[in-house]
């Protein structure tokens, strides 16, 4: 896409690419676990363009297998020894889905990351 292109965007789709952009930047900087960034990311498919939203499904899928485990905030309202028991597969997934995850989020980067 072309500067000229991106200044024409509308505020939503602008935003959009902002929120994609830079959760994949805290991914590949290590910010933000493969799991976070797949429940940030995986929504924005929707909004996103086709080449974009066709990343995304890696996000989707991602977070499609790993729903069931407590990763952010929803962490506050688990019980601390259920959160112990948790802990081993959530580790396990990040380790899993890391690769894939990185690869796609580089892609995504590619796409947006336009200079100014």
């Keep these: 896409m072309s500067e000229r292109d991106n200044k024409q965007l509308s505020g939503r789709e602008a935003n959009v690419r902002f929120q994609i952009l830079d959760a994949a930047k805290q991914l590949v900087a290590g910010q933000l676990g493969v799991i976070a960034a797949a ?6 498919r929707h909004e996103a363009e086709p080449q974009v939203a066709e990343v995304l499904l890696t996000f989707a899928g991602i977070d499609s297998e790993t729903d069931a485990l ?3 905030k929803v962490r506050e309202a688990w019980n601390p020894e259920a ?7 959530i580790a396990e997934a990040e380790q899993f889905y890391r690769d894939s995850a990185m690869n796609a989020a580089a892609e995504l980067i590619r796409l947006l990351d336009v200079p100014s």
């Design 70 to 72: 407590p990763v952010g």
């Design 39 to 44: 429940r940030q990311l995986s929504p924005l």
């Design 83 to 89: 959160l112990k028991r948790k802990d081993h597969e």
